[in-house]
């Protein structure tokens, strides 16, 4: 026998146990945008490589080491998206939705990045984001947090997770922090790892971020980024927090939040929880006013989120959050004897035309009443509906019930449809 092949490292498949779970995130995620009014918009998976070269930063961890990037047979040089915001934009400003115009979008779908597989961590994952363009002032960076709470309301897990918050001011104003955290750290260059090392001169707020626990104790006496905030980003914080006050979101702000992917300014901010050990990040986003600019558009101001969708149904299942999904299937018709076979998947289908959604499995393939039966209850349907030589001829359905104590019933086939609508 040959060797079977296995899915590449940190890609998982999403078998049918998991793919209900994931239905149902998918659905709040996609409803709830919605109520605020965000369309969806669906980007290719491969785009340029320089399109993430240029947006996400080049010293960063997910353009020096994460990228998935290959000459592709005419020796161009692609990236499998690492995030979606880049091509959101690229998308934008290709088709021309930006420039003087309000944007409200969603995405969904697969990303790549080459990291140490583990818990709550792939080589491919899944994010959900929203972006919305053409609006400067702090009220959209409020509704973009104020959706993404709402998010964790209708999934169950508001109590499990923490909003931190900052601003990173404007780009002047982080260059002038640059400068004073750099001469910081070069005082202090024995105790950095080298990492830190590396990027002390190249990206210094990216230090800020260390996991290093050496660094992270010295970085207490750093100077702070709040200290060299400009006045005006330092009014859009004060007034995204009015609003996330008045609102009723609570929130902590943490100077140390700087995020890392390069094209952040002013407001940013994670949700974290505890639930997940050391992935802990479930949803980050933030305000990116020159990302348009700088991927070749006119300036057109941007916030967003994107948040990881493995990570949310993991604290979903580990909170117990999921038990109610509905199973795959409804009712499962048992057909014993020639005249059901065929009489069976007829009925089905009249059924399938009255109840729209409901969701039925024939049967399939013959054998022993007692198989059928154990087949049905295997399903997770409710009900078994159980189709003899002497229900055909009496034009009835024996109807079983398969998750509840109560009697089984006879049904005449034109009253099955109006049992079925009970199920849904
Ligand atoms: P982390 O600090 O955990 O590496 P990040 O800052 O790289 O996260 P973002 O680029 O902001 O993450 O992506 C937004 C969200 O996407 C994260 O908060 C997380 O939920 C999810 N995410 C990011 N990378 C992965 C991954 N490799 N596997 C699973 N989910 C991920
Ligand atoms: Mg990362």
Not at 318 to 330: Q, T, Y
């Amino acid at each position: 026998m040959s060797k079977a092949i296995q899915a590449i490292r940190g890609m998982n498949d999403c078998l049918p146990g998991e793919t209900n779970k994931w239905q149902m995130v998918e659905d709040v995620l996609r409803r709830v945008a919605s109520n605020y009014g965000y369309a969806e918009i669906r980007m290719p998976i491969v785009e340029s490589t320089n399109l993430f070269k240029r947006s996400i930063g080049e010293v960063t961890d997910i353009v020096e080491k994460e990228m998935y990037t290959f000459d592709d047979r005419n020796g161009d040089s692609l990236t499998l998206r690492p995030e979606g915001t880049a091509s959101c934009v690229r998308a934008g400003n290709q088709h021309g939705l930006l420039y003087n115009q309000e944007q409200r979008l969603w995405y969904m779908g697969p990303m790549f990045r080459h990291e140490r597989p583990q818990k709550g961590r792939y080589r491919q994952f899944h994010q959900f984001g929203i972006e919305s363009f053409g609006i400067s002032t702090a009220d959209i960076d409020a509704e973009v947090i104020l959706l993404s709470a709402r998010l964790w309301r209708e999934l169950g897990i508001s109590e499990f997770v923490t909003l931190e918050l900052n601003s990173l001011g404007s780009n002047e104003a982080r260059a002038q922090y640059r400068d004073a955290l750099i001469a910081f750290l070069e005082q202090h260059q024995d105790i950095l790892d080298e990492d830190s090392k590396r990027r002390m001169y190249s990206n210094p707020l990216r230090v800020l971020d260390s996991k290093n626990p050496d660094v992270q104790a010295l970085l207490k006496d750093a100077p702070s980024l709040s200290e060299h905030l400009d006045p005006e980003s330092k009014q859009h914080f004060d007034e995204l927090c009015k609003r996330l006050d008045a609102a009723g979101v609570s929130y902590r702000i943490n100077e140390r939040l700087v995020r890392g992917l390069d094209y952040y300014n002013r407001t940013v901010f994670e949700w974290v929880t505890d639930s997940l050990g050391a992935q802990g990040t479930v949803c980050a986003g933030g305000r990116y006013d020159g990302l348009v600019e700088q991927l070749g558009g006119k300036g057109t101001p941007g916030v967003g989120f994107a948040l990881g969708i493995e990570r949310l149904v993991l604290m979903l299942t580990e909170l117990e959050k999921l038990g109610n999904i509905r199973s795959s299937v409804d009712a499962y018709i048992v057909m014993a004897g020639e005249q059901a076979e065929i009489t069976g998947i007829a009925l089905a289908e009249q059924w399938r035309d009255q109840v729209k959604d409901i969701r039925i499995q024939c049967h399939c393939g013959g054998g022993k009443f007692n198989k059928q039966l154990k087949r049905a209850d295997k399903s997770g349907a409710h009900v078994a509906i159980i189709l003899g030589d002497s229900e055909i001829e009496q034009q009835q359905a024996t109807i079983k019930y398969l998750r509840e104590k109560k009697e089984q019933q006879t049904v005449p086939f034109d009253g099955v449809a109006k049992l079925l609508e009970e199920l849904i």
